[in-house]
C-alpha cells in the first residue's frame, strides 16, 4: 500500500452526500443480484476482532475452512464455509519479534498451513486436523558465525515478503530485508538459511513460480531474484532502489507480469532453464498514477490472470485497470475511467489483492480503502484471436464501509464463494457471484 497516504482519511471525490449513503451501502448485507453483481455479506467473529492491521493473507485447510495468518493480531481466525462461522484458535497470545507485523501470506502443504515471517523470527505452523498452533525456529545463531549479526537478522523486521512452493517440496520465503532466502521444509518442519548474502532493504516484493523456480520481483533490488533448489541467482539490472514492481502475477502461459509501482512499464519474466528473458512494455503515455497526485508514483497494487489468459493490473492511485496480454506483449487500459465515472470516490490503496473465479470467468479485486469491489468479467473476451472486450464494474460495500486498508488477501472456496481477510474492518467479506448455486 501506498505509505504516504493520510491514515486518517483517503483521498477522494465526495461523489455522493449522506443521503445517499444508506441506499448505495446497507448495514452488512448488500445484494447487487438483480443488476447482474454480486452478493455481498460480512461476517463478524463470535469473539470481537480488536486492533489495526489484523490478518494478513489465508489459505483454504485440508478440512475446507479458511485460516487467516495473523499481522497484529494475537490469534488464528478460522472461517468456515459451510456456516459463515468465524472463530478464533491456538494461544490466545502469539508473539514472534513483537506482536507487530509478525506473519504475512500463508503456504498450505498438507494437513498444514505454513505462516511466512514478516518481522516474526520464527515460521508460523497451523496443525489443521488438531487445530493447534505453534511456531518452527529459524536457526540465526548456527548459520552466522558473528553473534551481532545473528541477534539483528533476528531482530530485523520486514524480514520476507511472500513465498512459494518449488519441485523439491520446499517452501522458500522471499528476502525483504533478510540477507538471506529462508527455506522451510515440510517433511522434516525445519528451517535454513540458504543462497548467498543478499544485503539491502525493501529488496523484492513478491515471488511466483513458474518453470520451476521462484521469481522474485525488484521493489528497490536492481536486479530479479530466481529462487531454485539448484541455485539462487541474479538477473537484468534496472538499478537501485525506487520502489519500482509491486508483486507479480503468472499469465496462462507462464509468463510473470510485474506491478508497476513507481515505474511507467511493466516487467515480463519469461522464464528458462539457464537466463530468463526480461521484457519492459508499456510507457508513462497510459500507465500512470491519478490526477490527485504529481509524482506518478504508486500506480498499481495487485493483479491476477484472468480464465481469457490475460492478466489485470489493479489501480492504487492510477484511474484506470491494466490489461496485459503475454501473448501479443501488449499493456493497454481497459474499461471507464473510474474517477470520471463516479465509480469510486476513493482516489488511492482502492484495490491490492484478487480473485480469479472460473464459475463466473470474473476477477474481482479486492477493496483495501476503496469503497467497491471491482470485477473484470471476460466471458466477452475468451478468444484468444478475437476483439471481445472485458467489462470492468464497481459493486458498493456493505456498512461500515469507509475503514482504510479493509481487507488484506482472500481465498476462493472450490464451490466458487469469495471470503477474504479482515485488517482493519474487524469482519470478513464474503462475496457471492451472481450466478452462484449451492
Not at 521493489?219 to 534496472?238: F, K, W
Amino acid at each position: 500500500m501506498d505509505p504516504t497516504t493520510d491514515k486518517s482519511r483517503a483521498p477522494r471525490s465526495d461523489f455522493y452526500d449522506g443521503l445517499d449513503v444508506k441506499a448505495k451501502h446497507p448495514d452488512n448485507v448488500v445484494d447487487h443480484r438483480p443488476n447482474g453483481g454480486p452478493l455481498l455479506s460480512l461476517l463478524w467473529s463470535k469473539e470481537p476482532l480488536n486492533g489495526q492491521t489484523l490478518y494478513l493473507g489465508g489459505e483454504v485447510g485440508s478440512d475446507g475452512r479458511i485460516y487467516c495468518i495473523p499481522g497484529h493480531s494475537p490469534r488464528v481466525l478460522v472461517i468456515d464455509p459451510e456456516t459463515d462461522e468465524v472463530t478464533q484458535v491456538g494461544p490466545k497470545e502469539l508473539v514472534s519479534n513483537g506482536t507487530k507485523f509478525k506473519w504475512l501470506r500463508g503456504i498450505p502443504v498438507g494437513d498444514v498451513i505454513y505462516g511466512l515471517p514478516c518481522h516474526a523470527s520464527e515460521v508460523l505452523r497451523i496443525h489443521v486436523p488438531s487445530q493447534t498452533v505453534t511456531k518452527i525456529p529459524i536457526p540465526y545463531e548456527e548459520f552466522y558465525e558473528d553473534p551481532k549479526i545473528a541477534k539483528q537478522q533476528r531482530k530485523m523486521i520486514w524480514k520476507y515478503h511472500g513465498g512459494n512452493i518449488c519441485h523439491d517440496g520446499c517452501i522458500y520465503a522471499v528476502p525483504q530485508s533478510a540477507w538471506h532466502v529462508l527455506k522451510i521444509d515440510p517433511h522434516t518442519d525445519t528451517c535454513s538459511l540458504v543462497g548467498p548474502s543478499l544485503p539491502g532493504k525493501y529488496k523484492w516484493y513478491g515471488g511466483v513460480e513458474s518453470g520451476g523456480s521462484i521469481y522474485c520481483v525488484p521493489q528497490n533490488s536492481p536486479h530479479v531474484l530466481r529462487i531454485s533448489p539448484e541455485a539462487i541467482t541474479l538477473h537484468g539490472d534496472y538499478g537501485e532502489g525506487g520502489h519500482k514492481w509491486h508483486g507479480a502475477a503468472k499469465s496462462v502461459d507462464g509468463t510473470i507480469v510485474c506491478i508497476p509501482n513507481n515505474v511507467h512499464t511493466v516487467l515480463l519474466i519469461t522464464p528458462d532453464e539457464n537466463e530468463p528473458t526480461l521484457t519492459e512494455i508499456g510507457d508513462g503515455s497510459f500507465i500512470q498514477t491519478g490526477r490527485h497526485r504529481s509524482d506518478g508514483k504508486y500506480k498499481y497494487l495487485g493483479a491476477m490472470a484472468g480464465t481469457n489468459g490475460k492478466v489485470y493490473i489493479f489501480p492504487s492511485g492510477s484511474e484506470y485497470v491494466l490489461e496485459v496480454d503475454t501473448r501479443k506483449n501488449i499493456a493497454r487500459n481497459v474499461g471507464p475511467n473510474l474517477r470520471d465515472s463516479g465509480m469510486e470516490r476513493i482516489f488511492q490503496n482502492k484495490w491490492q489483492n484478487g480473485l480469479t473465479n472460473p464459475h463466473d470467468d470474473s476477477v474481482y479485486a479486492i477493496p483495501l480503502s476503496g469503497e467497491t469491489l471491482l470485477r473484470i468479467d471476460c466471458q466477452n473476451d475468451m478468444d484468444p484471436n478475437g476483439e471481445g472486450e472485458v467489462e470492468v464494474t464497481t459493486w458498493p460495500l456493505p456498512s461500515p464501509f469507509e475503514t482504510l486498508d479493509k481487507w488484506e488477501g482472500g481465498v476462493i472456496c472450490a464451490n466458487g464463494l469469495m471470503y477474504t481477510m479482515p485488517n482493519n474492518c474487524k469482519a470478513v467479506l464474503k462475496i457471492q457471484p451472481y450466478n452462484w448455486k449451492p
